[in-house]
């Protein structure tokens, strides 16, 4: 079992930036793949960005490609999704999940997930 806390999000003026961090519990977190997602009212779960157990493959939705780094500290347990040049578009509840396998998280079907960080970026 693994459980999963977001935290980091807010209130933030559109160009500005925030860290997202993901704390997981369980003595594997290493051997998982993670991945961000978020989902606005009214539509479904988005892909963000994953990155595989070792951080040396990362993926990013073409939306926020260039702007948002996804990046993990094993020792620590965390995983991060750094956000700059933030977009009003980029309003949604953050979500972070956890998967064996990189095509399940990738496909929103991983095996765990957090219960959400709201960012909030204003125009």
């Known amino acids: 079992q693994v459980q999963l806390v977001e935290s980091g999000g807010g209130l933030v003026q559109a160009g500005g930036s925030l860290r997202l961090s993901c704390a997981a519990s369980?003595?594997?977190?290493?051997?998982?793949?993670m991945g961000w997602f978020r989902q606005t009212p009214g539509k479904g779960r988005e892909f963000v960005a994953a990155l595989n157990w070792s951080g040396s493959s990362t993926y990013y939705a073409d939306s926020v490609s260039g702007r948002f780094t996804i990046s993990r500290d094993n020792a620590k347990n965390t995983v991060y999704l750094q956000m700059n040049s933030l977009k009003p578009e980029d309003t949604a509840v953050y979500y972070c999940a956890a998967g064996r396998l990189l095509l399940r998280v990738r496909a929103g079907t991983g095996d765990y997930w957090g219960q959400g960080t709201q960012v909030t970026v204003s125009s």
């Open positions: 369980g003595r594997t977190f290493g051997s998982y793949v």
